[in-house]
Structure formats: structure tokens, C-alpha cells
């Protein structure tokens, strides 16, 4: 089993900074493409970046040339940079791993508050 857990989120002004960490421990081993997820308020999750062993990355088009998404295997960690802020960009950010053994198995990280002030 793989733990995941989020750090780095709070409250900042449109335009502005935020860099947000998420360290895994466990079955690390066993971990393939981790990415980076949000919600606002509402039943809807949203995938804003994703990054594989190798270090191939995609992003959502809301976010594309403002985020990046990096991964220190050493540290097991995987972070996320978001520049130019927006008030729609206020939600709460989950990391996410997903398992390259059978069965494929999707682990979540508790969560950070990003707020966006506008």
C-alpha cells in the first residue's frame, strides 16, 4: 500500500505564487505516473498535471505554461509549482499515484486548501 501526503497550499493574491509537495511512502516501489488532481467546491475532480517515472509531463489546458509538475524519485516526491494564480484555481489539491502492478490500484493524498484571492 502507498501513503501519500500533501503539503504547500494556502492563501495567496491572483497573480501569484504557490509551490505544493506531496511525499509518498509505502509500496513505493510499486508506484508508476503520480499526478496532481483538484476540487472545488462540488462533486467534481479535476486532473491538472501528470508525471511518469521517466519524467513525461502533461497538463490541463487551464493550466498549461503556468504549472509545472516535477518528480525527485530519491525523495519519493513529487511537487507541483503553480505561477500567475487565479481565482479559479482556488480548490482543494490531491495528489494521486497509480500502481504499475496488477492489479492497477489509484492511491490519493488527504488534500491542501489553495485559495486564490481575487
Known amino acids: 500500500q502507498v501513503q501519500l501526503v500533501e503539503s504547500g497550499g494556502g492563501l495567496v493574491q491572483a497573480g501569484g505564487s504557490l509551490r505544493l509537495s506531496c511525499a509518498a511512502s509505502?509500496?513505493?516501489?510499486?508506484?508508476?505516473?503520480m499526478g496532481w488532481y483538484r476540487q472545488a467546491p462540488g462533486p467534481q475532480r479535476e486532473l491538472v498535471a501528470v508525471i511518469s517515472s521517466g519524467g513525461s509531463t502533461n497538463f490541463a489546458n487551464s493550466v498549461k505554461g503556468r504549472f509545472t509538475i516535477s518528480r525527485d524519485n530519491a525523495k519519493n516526491t513529487v511537487y507541483l509549482q503553480m505561477n500567475s494564480l487565479k481565482p479559479e484555481d482556488t480548490a482543494v489539491y490531491y495528489c494521486?499515484?497509480?500502481?504499475?502492478?496488477?492489479?492497477?490500484?489509484?492511491?490519493w493524498g488527504q488534500g491542501t486548501q489553495v485559495t486564490v484571492s481575487s
Open positions: 509505502g509500496s513505493i516501489f510499486s508506484i508508476g505516473v
Open positions: 494521486h499515484a497509480r500502481s504499475i502492478t496488477t492489479p492497477i490500484t489509484n492511491y
